[in-house]
């Protein structure tokens, strides 16, 4: 009886622990009226559609869009593979994957272009909002960043966020496996340690596939 009360126990905290663990995958080819995808996902506004198995945004101004059954967790891998067609205005322009609990308080790392002021750079950023303040970095310290070569258009990147109780880290790659950008954050004090995943958009035409995400 000792033992079959043990081996219940376990079993039990094992179960507890697994039902902790939230995975997700989205390849967007599954949808087959417009409306279907809110199944899914949580959208911001009518400017995110499904479009020839991919998930596509017209945003004009930022946008964030959610698994809809995600956890909120503190230990998160999200991916998608992101292709940015055009700008749509002289703005801030950006397509990424985020980690996130609101709109003043989020993780993103995403390809990046610059208004005209700013010669219309492409790069590519790790970013919090902290509070409602913008790109705040009091609170982490950099481990290491490597920068191969800028972003495209027209051409898919598989863009990866991990977050967890130490830190958090974004990833860049091409569809080779080749490395683009990498960025590793170290949390040194209160910070954005928990969210949901998603993805967000601004200002461009932006199409993502491949999503996948796991979160405890």
């Known amino acids: 009886m000792k033992k079959l009360s043990v081996s219940l126990f376990m079993l039990t905290v094992i179960t507890l622990l697994c039902a902790e663990d939230f995975s997700f995958m989205d390849d967007f080819s599954k949808y087959t009226t417009e409306g279907s995808v809110t199944a899914n996902w949580m959208l911001a506004s009518d400017k995110w559609k499904v479009v020839n198995g991919a998930f596509t945004s017209l945003c004009e101004g930022k946008e964030f869009t959610v698994v809809k059954n995600a956890p909120a967790g503190t230990d998160i891998k999200a991916e998608a593979v992101i292709t940015i067609k055009k700008g749509l205005a002289d703005q801030w322009k950006i397509a990424g ?63 990866r966020l991990v977050m967890n109780t130490a830190g958090i880290t974004g990833t860049v790659k091409a569809m080779d496996g080749s490395l683009v950008w990498e960025k590793q954050l170290q949390f040194t004090a209160d910070a954005v340690k928990s969210g949901k995943p998603g993805v967000d958009s601004s200002y461009v035409d932006s199409e993502f596939r491949e999503f996948r995400t796991k979160v405890k």
């Open 97 to 159: 994957v985020i980690i996130f609990q609101n709109p003043s308080n989020y993780w993103h790392v995403a390809l990046v272009e610059g208004p005209k002021q700013f010669k219309e750079a492409h790069f590519i950023e790790l970013s919090q909002n902290y509070n409602g303040q913008w790109n705040y970095n009091k609170n982490v310290n950099t481990i290491d960043e490597k920068s191969i070569s800028e972003w495209k258009f027209n051409t898919p990147y598989r863009v």
